[in-house]
T-cell receptor, first 116, second 111 residues
Framework: DGGITQSPKYLFRKEGQNVTLSCEQN?????MYWYRQDPGQGLRLIYY???????QKGDIAEGYSVSREKKESFPLTVTSAQKNPTAFYLC???????????????FGSGTRLTVV | LAKTTQPISMDSYEGQEVNITCSHN???????ITWYQQFPSQGPRFIIQ???TKVTNEVASLFIPADRKSSTLSLPRVSLSDTAVYYC????????????FGKGTTLSVSS
């Protein structure tokens, strides 16, 4: 079955350490996205990529970095510069060259990052 | 993307019909209305999308009046498993554009 996989599901990090969250999709989607969700809040966009080797900052990119070397993969690194990294992180993908906004977007099951 | 306004929370009982209304006064001619559902500790999932009048699928119905300045998501005979956050999004035919999510409507269904 096609889908989008995020790993790990739970992640603990010490303050001052960088950590990388994995996101892999086998849907042949062109576009991929990273969101952050805090308790009781909506999703906020961190980074997105519409094509391999290209990505754009979202609303809250500071303290995060991404790469898009392969179509299937869009890893997110939470750096030590991110002041409050404890949150639920969601990765998504979508068809990049057709379709209506909001249709055909697939989300992963998320990674819950806790800084200890 | 058009700005949307929806209630922060709603309560219901099992077996009732639930209607969640979303206001989008600045909707553009080529904008579609899309609803997503999110369960705790999971990613959002697509429920339904429409442009005008009424759309129905196996999960929900979407009612859109002629002026398209609002829309109503209707969930027939809800169950406890329908407890979730529901998001209304409005945007045009812009494939590959990042979705912008507000706080959504938290629906709590009780027995």
């Amino acid at each position: 079955d096609g889908g989008i996989t995020q790993s790990p599901k739970y992640l603990f990090r010490k303050e001052g350490q960088n950590v990388t969250l994995s996101c892999e999709q086998n849907l042949n989607h062109d576009a991929m996205y990273w969101y952050r969700q805090d308790p009781g809040q909506g999703l906020r966009l961190i980074y997105y990529s519409q094509i391999v080797n290209d990505f754009q900052k979202g609303d809250i990119a500071e303290g995060y970095s991404v790469s898009r070397e392969k179509k299937e993969s869009f890893p997110l690194t939470v750096t030590s510069a991110q002041k409050n990294p404890t949150a639920f992180y969601l990765c998504a993908s979508s068809i990049g060259d057709r379709g209506r906004l909001g249709y055909g977007y697939t989300f992963g099951s998320g990674t819950r990052l806790t800084v200890v | 993307l058009a700005k949307t306004t929806q209630p922060i929370s709603m309560d219901s009982y099992e077996g009732q019909e639930v209607n969640i209304t979303c206001s989008h006064n600045n909707i553009a001619t080529n904008d579609y209305i899309t609803w997503y559902q999110q369960f705790p500790s999971q990613g959002p999932r697509f429920i339904i999308q429409g442009y005008k009048t009424k759309v129905t699928n196996e999960v929900a119905s979407l009612f859109i009046p002629a002026d398209r300045k609002s829309s109503t998501l209707s969930l027939p005979r809800v169950s406890l498993s329908d407890t979730a956050v529901y998001y209304c999004l409005v945007g045009g035919n812009q494939a590959g554009t990042a979705l912008i999510f507000g706080k959504g409507t938290t629906l709590s269904v009780s027995s």
